[in-house]
């Protein structure tokens, strides 16, 4: 008697790599983004939203810091910096993943929490960084947990930048609060409606 192969294996390779290989397609709308993701093994939606319940900060504010960051991007890096064109050289950073967070910040956040295993390329783990980053500047720097330009702000420059106001010579700092205030406000309406 011989045996029929099994699809199950397959299946369960498929189903647990689904969601985890590269961005949504359309990273300008939560709803198409909750539904890309939204298998067996990830749920974007449930883990976004533990993450607000846990520290106060809205959905729409942690998935618009997610975008303006990474675009959703796993394994999102900085561009490396070429030597005579042609010689790849280091990254301006450590920044790494969904939430591009610093080696050393990321440690620190692993350390507090207790998430050891946490991985920057994973979203439940990055969005809940996010979520615990947001609520400390929040408490350190007294930014409203809603306020998605300022919480931004302190996110890209650091507390101490914050307070310093590093970000006022940093374009890219005042270009990304904008693009993460106004996808907030675009989430925030469109998540009613999924």
Known sequence: MTRRPTLL??????????????APRNTANSCAIFE?????????RRDVTRASNEFGV????????IQAESNFE??????????????????PSTAYGFAQALDGTWA?????????????????????????YHADS??????????????????????????????????EALRGARRAADMARRYAAQLPRC
């Open 58 to 65: 809205p959905v729409a504010v942690l998935m618009a810091t």
């Open 74 to 91: 796993p394994r999102a890096r900085p561009p490396r910096r070429w030597i005579l064109g042609f010689i790849p050289g280091k990254r």
């Open 9 to 22: 294996l397959p299946l369960l390779a498929v189903l647990a790599l689904s969601g985890c290989a590269s």
């Open 36 to 44: 890309q993701r939204s298998g067996l093994v990830t749920n974007w």
């Open 138 to 171: 929040h408490r350190r720097l007294g930014i409203d947990r809603g306020d998605a330009y300022r919480l931004y702000l302190a996110y890209h420059s650091g507390h101490a930048g914050f307070e310093r106001r590093v970000w006022e010579g940093r374009p």
């Open 108 to 132: 620190e956040y692993q350390r507090r929490t207790g998430r050891t295993g946490a991985r920057r390329d994973r979203f439940s783990d990055a969005v809940h960084f996010i979520g615990w």
